[in-house]
């Protein structure tokens, strides 16, 4: 299965990387994980909410410098409750923070997708669709446009610390042979986030 994968991602990244037949090219930046424990949410309260600003501040130039750039979120968002390991709910103004910083993609398939079951994982995904340019983890595919390219954007997660949910876009070959067929046909290239 693990050389299944790389063989698609490496297939898949291929126009992306050498153009295609084409000249366009998209700069891409991937960072991961964003794990937000709870001395980072601690030490972004402000007495009013939270500022996570400071957090990406140090690279936020190379982010927002890319055509895309993408990132993990590991932790899912929340109104409340607060906590950190080993089942996260991170403030949602994690999210502005990320889009702040110029990211573009965020994914959120991975092994704490479901650390507040599937109603925080719908609510994560809802609240940062809202902000951001493209949330993966869904089993949608997802494309972006850059410079005249067309990427399609995937992504899968080995496992879910807390339960299992048919929303959370798991490994599974014939899933993923799916998914990249409808990529390949509606993009000029294909990123797959795989946790």
Same mark, same amino acid.
């Given at each position: 299965?693990?050389?299944?994968?790389?063989?698609?991602?490496?297939?898949?990244?291929?126009?992306?990387?050498?153009?295609?037949?084409?000249?366009?090219?998209?700069?891409?930046?991937?960072?991961?994980?964003?794990?937000?424990?709870?001395?980072?949410?601690? =030490?972004?309260?402000?007495?009013? +909410? *939270?500022?996570?600003?400071?957090?990406?501040?140090? $690279?936020?130039?190379?982010?927002? &410098? @890319?055509?895309?750039?993408?990132?993990?979120?590991?932790?899912?968002? =929340?109104?409340?409750?607060?906590? +950190? *390991?080993?089942?996260?709910?991170?403030?949602?103004? $994690?999210?502005?923070?990320?889009? &702040? @910083?110029?990211?573009?993609?965020?994914?959120?398939?991975?092994?704490?997708?479901?650390?507040?079951?599937?109603?925080?994982?719908?609510?994560?995904?809802?609240?940062?669709?809202?902000?951001?340019?493209?949330?993966?983890?869904?089993?949608?595919?997802?494309?972006?446009?850059?410079?005249?390219?067309?990427?399609?954007?995937?992504?899968?997660?080995?496992?879910?610390?807390?339960?299992?949910?048919?929303?959370?876009?798991?490994?599974?070959?014939?899933?993923?042979?799916?998914?990249?067929?409808?990529?390949?046909?509606?993009?000029?290239?294909?990123?797959?986030?795989?946790?």
């Amino acid at each position: 299965m693990k050389k299944i994968l790389s063989v698609i991602l490496i297939l898949s990244l291929l126009p992306l990387l050498c153009g295609g037949k084409r000249n366009e090219k998209v700069s891409f930046v991937a960072v991961g994980d964003d794990l937000i424990h709870s001395s980072v949410y601690k =030490g972004a309260a402000t007495g009013a +909410g *939270y500022d996570f600003s400071p957090v990406y501040a140090g $690279v936020a130039d190379v982010i927002d &410098g @890319a055509d895309i750039s993408f990132v993990n979120q590991e932790t899912m968002l =929340g109104d409340g409750n607060y906590s +950190g *390991y080993p089942r996260f709910c991170s403030p949602k103004e $994690v999210g502005a923070a990320l889009v &702040g @910083a110029g990211f573009d993609v965020i994914n959120i398939a991975n092994n704490h997708s479901l650390d507040l079951g599937e109603e925080g994982f719908l609510f994560t995904r809802d609240y940062l669709s809202a902000l951001a340019e493209c949330v993966i983890g869904d089993k949608e595919v997802r494309v972006v446009e850059r410079n005249g390219m067309k990427i399609a954007f995937l992504a899968f997660t080995y496992s879910t610390n807390y339960g299992l949910s048919g929303v959370v876009s798991r490994i599974d070959e014939s899933a993923i042979r799916k998914a990249m067929t409808e990529a390949t046909s509606s993009a000029d290239a294909v990123v797959v986030s795989v946790h």
